[in-house]
Structures are given as C-alpha cells and as structure tokens.
C-alpha cells in the first residue's frame, strides 16, 4: 500500500526568507503523480504544485517550487520569500497513475511565517 | 474559491438526528468526493463517484450514506452518527478520464459537531 509521510508537524518561517518542507512516499507504481496542498485556517485546501512522476524536470509555480528525487521517493517543497500568507498547512498527497482519484494524503505541516 | 461549495458550513446534531451535507461544484468536472478530516489524521478518503456512479466506498460505515443525482451535485446523509463521527468533512471534484483522475479541487468544508 502506498504511503506517504510529513516528519515536520510544524516549521516556522521569517517573512521574505525561504523554506522547505518535506515529503517521503512509498510506492512501487512506476506511473504516479504528487501534489502540495495548502489549507489556510479556516479556509479551503487549495492545490499549490503537481508533479507527474514521469516527468525528471521539477515543477515550478511562481515561489513554489519542488526538489522531485524519484530514486530516493523524496519530494519536497520550497517556498521562496515567504509571506505571511502563505502560513498554512501543507499536505503532500499521491495519486496512482489510472486510478479513480484515490489520493493518499501525509498528515501535514503546519508553517508559520514570522513578519 | 476553487469553485467548490457547501453547505451548511457548519453543523451540531445530535446522535439520533438525520441531516445532509451539499457539494455543488462549477467546474464541469465528472468525479466528485466526500473526505473527512479528523485533528491529528491524514485525510481519509470516504466516497468516490465517476460518472455519477460510486466506484469507491473506503469501508465507510452505513450511517453515512452518499448520493451523486448528476455530476455537479453530491450529497452525504447521516444518521445516528457517534461523537467520534465530529470532524470537518471535505467535498472535492476533479476531471476523470480514461487514462485516470487528475488534481482534485476542494470546497470550504462543513464542520460538524456531534453531541
């Protein structure tokens, strides 16, 4: 069964400064995709950055960005001059690749940003 | 807003009443979920329905019961629901397509209490 793993239930971030979050999965698929979610308090979970594994070249999404290392199953997120909205909690999440939209989701990190 | 709604946004009942939760998406997707999120848990996935039709019931007791009447609206009814059953409920929609689902977009959330 798939997995996937946060081991940072909280990180904390000073404005304009950079940061990154990581994310761990466990899969034997070969066809898969990988996504950042942020869900702002109190606010709806919005998608932030999608990688498909078939892709080497790391997605990029204006200061969000993603170090996808396939071989090691590490894909995290790096969130360059942080605002204080961005101060959220991010979820890492995989879909398999043909499935029915089961996504398998980390339990997440909760970023402040400190101004 | 992702396009995503629900209603009500929030919600006390009591373990023998019966009420609904609404999700209408604008998106013109054709698959749409029922999520629970749960302090301290991953999100679990609890129903899928591609086409209007249930592919997926992730060992979801009967008290929740799902129903999709066309694409853009799902509901979940419940009844007699335990205390452990409080916790913010997810509505998300996606595009499927034969090679399988894409990123899912999420509404608001309905925050339901039970007493």
């Known amino acids: 069964a798939q997995t996937v793993t946060q081991s940072q239930p909280e990180m904390s971030v000073q404005e304009a400064e950079t940061v990154t979050l990581s994310c761990t999965y466990d899969?034997?698929?070969?066809?898969?995709?990988l996504f950042w979610y942020k869900q702002p308090p109190s606010r709806q979970m919005i998608l932030v950055i999608r990688?498909?594994?078939?892709?080497?070249q790391n997605a990029t999404e204006n200061r969000f960005s993603v170090n996808f290392q396939k071989a090691a199953k590490s894909f995290s997120l790096k969130i360059s001059d942080s605002q204080l909205g961005d101060a959220a909690m991010y979820f890492c999440a995989y879909l398999r690749g043909g499935s029915q939209g089961n996504l398998i989701f980390g339990k997440g990190t909760k970023l402040s940003v400190k101004p | 807003e992702t396009g995503v709604t629900q209603t009500p946004r929030h919600l006390v009942m009591g373990m023998t009443n019966k009420k609904s939760l609404k999700c209408e998406q604008h998106l013109g997707h054709n698959a749409m979920y029922w999520y629970k999120q749960s302090a301290k848990k991953p999100l679990e996935l609890m129903f899928v329905?591609?086409?209007?039709?249930?592919?997926e019931n992730n060992s979801v007791p009967s008290r929740f019961s799902p129903e999709c009447p066309n694409s853009s609206h799902l509901f979940l009814h419940l009844h007699t629901l335990q205390p452990e059953d409080s916790a913010l409920y997810l509505c998300a929609s996606s595009q499927a397509g034969t090679s399988g689902v894409y990123e899912q977009y999420f509404g608001p959330g309905t925050r339901l209490t039970v007493t």
């Open positions: 329905y591609n086409f209007k039709e249930q592919t």
């Open positions: 899969t034997s698929e070969s066809d898969y995709y």
């Open positions: 990688q498909e594994a078939y892709k080497q």
